[in-house]
């Protein structure tokens, strides 16, 4: 409901209830003794009691909004207490006609009975949460602040808050793929922190630091060392002030593989700024590496990356001179006419584009052993459109035989 019309429904019914209210007030000092129910009650007082009980509701739920909104939060906020003031206000009319008719007493039997039953079940998961929100508070296994996984909700998330009934987490992941906190705020019901397997990663919050690495590939003819002291250099750049706050220096590991050596850079980094330490020391690494002719990145099938980036430049270069020296200017008038029929006006609008644009593709053609003439292999729509404006040659790409018809 729009915030407008939940005010002017809560207005209208607060003026409704409040006129009820006033017509069984007014009726009662009229007829004082006007239909008695067993408790004693006129009818006309106890319909003033449940007017002024709906009355009382509206008005709450609108103060309650307008509170709310003073405080800058969404005005469902103040519809959903408003919801709960309104169910609260029908418990209690329930209430007061049972002591109107003079009930009350087998109302509370009938409560006793069942109704402890069904609100035993239903705050099962409530009591939960509550005692695991008060071992939470005791034990201190987190905080607000700490960054805690949950590996079998496959949850990672930094908390917000920690409440009686839920603990809200600002989630990590899952919407990108980086340890990086996204914004989108989960509830998690604190029922299930009972049978849940909780990780935190800041268990320290004075020194919330954790091993992380960056693993980059070499090739075994690679300068070792000159690489090794890369490594350590982007470390140390990115990672100084952990480095003076923990002690810990960064190190190097290593495994060789088919293609080159693993050279595995660790370091201590702050739980929440891990991604970014990666990202810096990583930038600087290749950056370093692209000024070092003396160490080459291995790459699986292709050896490196020096060596793959040299192959695929000679073979641009060798595939363009190649075509480059087949394609020729051939006269229309010794290409023979395509046999495969077309759509004029296909022929027209492709003629169209190349009066424009120009031909982008050269057409590919076969010389004839018999003669001089050419045939179309490929491209028969681009030959007929230019040569319906009246092109006097066309570039095409020249095959030395026609391949065998199947």
């Known amino acids: 409901m729009k915030p407008k019309d939940y005010v002017h429904t809560k207005v209208k019914s607060l003026i409704i209830w409040g006129a009820i209210c006033i017509v069984a007030l007014v009726l009662t000092l009229i007829f004082p003794e006007f239909i008695k129910l067993k408790s004693g009650v006129t009818l006309f007082r106890l319909i003033a009691y449940l007017a002024a009980i709906m009355a009382g509701s509206d008005l709450l739920s609108l103060a309650t909004y307008g509170r709310l909104r003073q405080q800058n ?4 906020e103040g519809q959903m207490l408003g919801n709960l003031i309104r169910l609260v206000a029908v418990v209690g009319l329930i209430v007061v006609i049972a002591y109107g008719f003079g009930s009350l007493s087998a109302f509370g039997e009938f409560f006793t009975l069942f109704g402890g039953m069904l609100l035993g079940w239903s705050l099962q998961a409530p009591v939960s949460g509550f005692a695991a929100w008060a071992m939470v508070s005791l034990r201190r296994p987190f905080r607000p602040g700490d960054r805690i996984q949950f590996p079998s909700l496959g949850l990672v998330g930094d908390v917000k808050e920690i409440g009686a009934m839920y603990t809200m987490l600002d989630q990590v992941g899952g919407s990108i793929g980086s340890e990086e906190a996204v914004g989108r705020y989960i509830l998690v019901p604190n029922a299930m922190l009972f049978s849940q397997v909780a990780i935190n990663y800041t268990v320290r919050q004075e020194a919330a630091y954790m091993l992380d690495e960056v693993v980059i590939r070499i090739t075994y003819d690679s300068d070792w060392e000159a690489a090794e002291r890369i490594l350590l250099e982007a470390a140390y750049g990115a990672t100084q002030d952990v480095i003076d706050a923990t002690g810990a220096k960064p190190y190097i590991r ?17 739980a929440t700024d891990r991604p970014e330490t990666s990202y810096r020391i990583t930038k600087a690494i290749f950056k370093a590496i692209q000024h070092t002719p003396s160490i080459d990145l291995a790459i699986p099938y292709v050896y490196s990356f020096r060596a793959g980036a040299g192959q695929k ?9 190649a075509d480059a020296q087949a394609v020729q200017q051939i006269p229309i008038s010794q290409i023979n006419q395509p046999d ?19 031909l982008l593709q050269p057409i590919v053609v076969a010389k004839r052993p018999s003669d001089d003439n050419y045939d179309v292999l490929a491209g028969q729509l681009r030959f007929l459109a230019c040569k319906s404006l009246d092109w006097k ?12 018809k199947l």
């Open 73 to 76: 939060k969404p005005a469902v």
């Open 393 to 404: 040659s066309i570039p095409a790409l020249v095959k030395t035989s026609t391949p065998p």
């Open 340 to 358: 495969e029929p077309f759509d004029v006006h296909d022929v027209e609008s492709l003629a169209r584009s190349i009066a424009t644009n120009g």
């Open 313 to 321: 430049d000679d073979q641009d270069r060798s595939r363009h001179d």
């Open 254 to 270: 290593s495994d060789p593989y088919d293609y080159g050596v693993y050279l595995r850079l660790r370091y201590q980094t702050r």
